[in-house]
C-alpha cells in the first residue's frame, strides 16, 4: 500500500499515528509535497526520516520538521540557523516538549535573534535559562509579547511574576496567565481574586488556583453577588467542608455543579494517592 498509485492512500498511511517507522521513512521520499509534509508532522517518523525531509526545499515542511520532537538536535541546530522566520520559531517551541534533550547553547543562540516572534518562542520555554528571562525583562519590559511569555512560563521566577502583575494597565489575557502560573506568589493572587476592576477571567483563574488558601477570603468571595466568582470558589480544591456544604445548595445551578465535581475529584485524588488504601 505505500507504494500505491493512489496519492489519498499514501497520504492516509502518512497522516496516521500508527503507521509503522520503516513505512514513513519510504513516503519521506515521495514526490508530492502535501504527503512529505504528513510524515513531518508525523510523531512516528524516525530520526533519518526526518533528517532526510529537514533539507527540503518547501519552508512549511522544513517548520515541521522542527516541531517533531523526533527530531535529532544537530537537526535543530541546522534549522535554528534557516532563512525562514516561521522555521526558526519551530525550533524555539520545538523545545517547549518536556521530554525533548534541551541544549541551553542552543536557546541561547536564539535568543539573540533578531526577529521578536523567535525570541518570544525561547521566553516561552521551560527551558531556557532564568538569566534570559530577567534580561528580558529588564530590556523589553515593554513589548507585550515579551509580557505574555514570560507570564505564560512555568519557569518564570516568583519576583517576575509578581513584577508583571503591577506593570501599569496590563491587559487581561497576560493578567490570566499570571493568574494561572503554578509559580505566582500568594500575595498577588489575593490581589487578582478580589480585584473588582480587572476582567472576572482573571479573578476565575486566581481563585482556583491551588495556592489560594486562605478561608477567609474563600469565605468571602463565596458569598459574592455574581455567581460566576461563586462557581470559582467552588472549583478551589482547599474549600473545606463548611464552604462545600454551602455552595452544593446554591441558588444556581452551574455553582452547585462545580462544587459537587470538586468533591469528586478530591476524592479521586486521595484514591490515587499511596498507602490510602492501607
Known amino acids: 500500500m505505500v507504494e500505491s498509485s493512489d496519492m489519498r492512500v499514501r497520504g492516509e498511511i502518512a497522516r496516521n499515528k500508527n503507521t509503522p517507522a520503516k513505512v514513513l521513512q519510504i513516503l519521506a521520499y515521495d514526490k508530492l509535497k502535501w504527503i512529505r509534509l ?13 533528517e532526510y525531509l529537514a533539507a527540503d526545499e518547501d519552508n512549511e515542511i522544513c517548520r515541521e ?4 520532537h523526533n527530531t535529532p538536535v544537530k537537526v535543530l541546530e541546522i534549522l ?20 525533548a534533550n534541551t541544549p541551553v547553547a542552543l536557546l541561547e543562540q536564539l535568543a539573540k535573534n533578531e526577529n521578536f516572534e523567535v525570541y518570544w518562542h525561547v521566553l516561552y520555554n521551560p527551558k531556557t535559562p532564568v538569566y534570559l528571562l530577567f534580561e528580558a525583562l529588564a530590556k523589553h519590559k515593554q513589548d507585550d509579547g515579551v509580557r505574555h511569555a514570560l507570564a505564560s512560563n512555568p519557569s518564570t521566577p516568583t519576583s517576575i511574576l509578581d513584577e508583571l502583575a503591577n506593570y501599569e494597565n496590563e491587559c487581561g489575557a497576560i493578567l490570566e496567565e499570571i493568574a494561572d502560573n503554578p509559580n505566582t506568589s500568594v500575595a498577588t493572587l489575593e490581589e487578582l481574586a478580589t480585584n473588582e476592576k480587572i476582567c472576572f477571567n482573571v479573578r476565575q483563574y486566581a481563585i482556583f488556583h491551588d495556592k489560594l488558601v486562605s478561608i477567609p477570603l474563600l469565605e468571602q468571595l463565596a458569598t459574592h453577588e455574581n455567581w460566576e466568582i461563586r462557581r470559582s470558589v467552588a472549583a478551589n480544591p482547599n474549600i473545606p467542608e463548611t464552604l ?5 445548595n446554591d441558588e444556581v445551578e452551574e455553582v452547585r455543579d462545580h462544587a459537587l465535581a470538586r468533591r469528586i475529584a478530591n476524592l479521586q485524588d486521595i484514591l490515587k494517592a499511596p498507602n490510602t488504601l492501607e
Request: no cysteine.
Open 80 to 99: 535554528a540557523t534557516h532563512e525562514n522566520v516561521k522555521v526558526r520559531q519551530a525550533v524555539a517551541f520545538n523545545f517547549v516538549n518536556p521530554n
Open 244 to 248: 462545600f456544604q454551602q455552595l452544593a
Open 65 to 68: 520538521v522542527a516541531f517533531n
Open 38 to 50: 504528513e510524515v513531518a508532522q508525523n510523531p512516528n517518523t524516525p530520526a533519518t526520516a526526518l
